[in-house]
């Protein structure tokens, strides 16, 4: 059944993509990399992409490279690496201030359904991610909700990520802000739901020409069961489009 729920979800988007792709005006092509690396999930690039559609709306890709041995085969040499990839629409709203970015990922690996090898479409990710840019404000959104869609073990997981970075820009080169995220188990196969971890802190973000971002955020971790009581995280933007 949920094979079926997916192929039908595919059409869906495909016929949706299709008539969209007729229209002659459309928004630029935009491609990036993006470098991460903090405390608790460690080292993973991204990938992001995007064509437009029209004058407002654009199909948007993207790839997640999680490269913790942990989510793994560690005591195979990391083998079994957790992959997420997805799609999604953006559009802009609020007199264009507002971009909006509704997508659907998969993982494949077997960081959520729990078997001793990775497998294809391990989990589904659902998920939606918010930029609002005025003249002194920078603030970006994100949530995802990763379900697991196979159960190859007998101990499934479901998570729930979000983060809130609303940022106050100095002048074209720095934005000073809030750091706030939280990584949640949902549902553990036999135990409770909690937080993994829950960040607040400050960042500082270096923009150049208005497009290559350097941003460091450091604070205090409130669930330190599995985590230390600092964070800190490191992301670099770089468009290639």
């Not at 990036?32 to 004058?55: C, E, H, K, M, W």
């Not at 997640?64 to 629409?89: F, H, R, S």
Request: charged content about 15%.
């Amino acid at each position: 059944m949920k094979n079926i729920l997916l192929l039908l979800l595919c059409l869906l988007f495909s016929f949706s993509l299709s008539a969209q792709l007729t229209t002659e005006s459309k928004a630029p092509s935009t491609f990036a990399v993006a470098i991460n690396q903090d405390n608790a999930f460690g080292f993973y690039p991204s990938i992001f992409g995007s064509f437009g559609l029209d004058d407002q709306l654009s199909f948007t890709y993207y790839g997640n490279l999680w490269t913790n041995p942990t989510y793994g085969n560690i005591d195979a040499g990391g083998i079994d690496n957790w992959l997420e990839v997805g799609v999604g629409l953006s559009f802009l709203t609020l007199n264009d201030q507002f971009l909006v970015n509704p997508f659907l990922g998969f993982t494949h690996g077997k960081l959520l359904s729990g078997g001793e090898s990775g497998v294809v479409g391990d989990g589904i990710v659902p998920g939606i991610a918010g930029f609002f840019l005025s003249d002194k404000w920078d603030i970006e959104l994100f949530g995802s909700y990763y379900k697991a869609l196979r159960k190859e073990g007998p101990v499934t997981f479901d998570y729930f990520l979000y983060w809130v970075l609303p940022g106050y820009i100095v002048n074209e080169h720095v934005t000073l802000g809030i750091h706030h995220e939280s990584f949640i188990l949902t549902r553990e196969t036999g135990a409770e739901a909690f937080p993994l971890y829950q960040w607040l802190g400050g960042f500082a973000k270096f923009t150049v020409d208005n497009k290559y971002v350097f941003r460091f955020s450091a604070g205090k971790n409130f669930k330190t069961d599995f985590n230390s009581k600092n964070f800190y995280k490191l992301t670099v933007f770089i468009p290639l489009l």
